[in-house]
């Protein structure tokens, strides 16, 4: 296998393009043209030394002409990798979708076991949270208790509270160390 | 010796001529220069160095294709070919410059300004 099938391998394992593989490529192409314009002068007569200064004439500025091209490959191949890399996340997608569709049982059944495990999951975690890891930053959390009203035979707890009931409430209930009310709002944060 | 080229390249004909070049068959850098030096009996003066961003601009484009391959001599080169973005491309250059080449046809065999 020779240096020039490397190309191939690397697309093959998705290996990124290093810039020195960049430059020696343009080097390698550069340095082709030049060469074979210096052997084109000899031809006619010039010395090597004659034709190696003229065929660099010719050439331009090969500092600027070598980057620039460096430059352009690099942008080229970076497009390439995120053109490929999103081409095989569509395919693979596009393949779930496809065995999925095509096993509808099969499917609705993992679709249901997923949705019941994180819905238990969630709710377990949430009880946990609450009683153990972050109990509610107060002493004795255990005996807040959210107090409400609601309509006979309505259901639901109302949330709103006048304030002489709740000073009714303050000045009567007996089975309480405190009362205090809450007020709950929406507000948006950020942008939009 | 043949004459010195005289003719200065217009800006964005480059192009144009290595689209037209390459829709003969797939050549290295070098090959291209030689056949516009050829064909145009060394009229225009192309600044050589040139024809390398030109090529790469285009290959990221999609209008080319590269590959390293070897000369007849055996030496590596880099071979580039039209692709068929490419060839559309070059219809729509040549369309461009048939239409410029008209209107400046237009403008120098006119008989006098209007009043």
Redesign the interface.
């Known amino acids: 296998m020779s240096a020039r099938d490397w190309p191939r391998l690397r697309r093959l394992f998705r290996l990124p393009t290093t810039a020195a593989r960049v430059r020696s490529d343009v080097d390698q192409e550069l340095h082709f043209h030049i060469e074979g314009r210096i052997e084109e002068l000899m031809a006619l007569g010039l010395t090597r030394a004659d034709a190696e200064r003229e065929a660099r004439r010719r050439f331009g500025d090969y500092r600027r002409i070598e980057s620039e091209v460096e430059r352009l490959d690099l942008a080229t191949h970076r497009r390439r990798d995120v053109r490929e890399r999103l081409e095989a996340l569509r395919a693979d997608f596009a393949y779930t979708v496809r065995v999925l569709s095509t096993q509808a049982v099969f499917s609705s059944v993992v679709v249901v076991t997923l949705t019941l495990a994180i819905a238990a999951t969630t709710s377990i975690f949430h009880a946990v949270d609450r009683v153990v890891l972050n109990p509610l930053p107060y002493p004795a959390p255990d005996r807040i208790v959210y107090l409400g009203w609601r309509w006979a035979g309505k259901g639901g707890i109302a949330d709103a509270l006048s304030p002489r009931s709740f000073s009714f409430w303050h000045d009567n209930a007996q089975v309480f160390d405190g009362l205090a009310t809450v007020r709950s709002f929406e507000a948006v944060l950020g942008e939009g | 010796?043949t004459p010195a080229p005289d003719l200065e390249l217009l800006r964005g004909t480059l192009d144009l001529l290595v689209l037209k070049t390459l829709s003969w068959a797939p050549m290295?850098?070098?090959a291209v220069?030689q056949w516009i030096e050829r064909t145009t009996q060394r009229r225009l003066q192309v600044?050589?160095?040139?024809l390398?961003?030109a090529l790469?601009?285009m290959?990221?484009k999609g209008w080319l294709e590269a590959q390293?391959?070897h000369t007849e001599r055996g030496?590596?080169?880099?071979f580039y070919r039209l692709t068929a973005a490419g060839r559309r491309q070059l219809t729509r250059e040549l369309t461009k410059w048939a239409r410029y080449s008209e209107a400046v046809a237009l403008l120098i065999d006119a008989d006098g300004a209007q009043p």
């Open positions: 010796m290295h850098g070098l220069l600044e050589e160095g040139a390398y961003p790469h601009r290959e990221d390293w391959g030496r590596p080169a880099k």
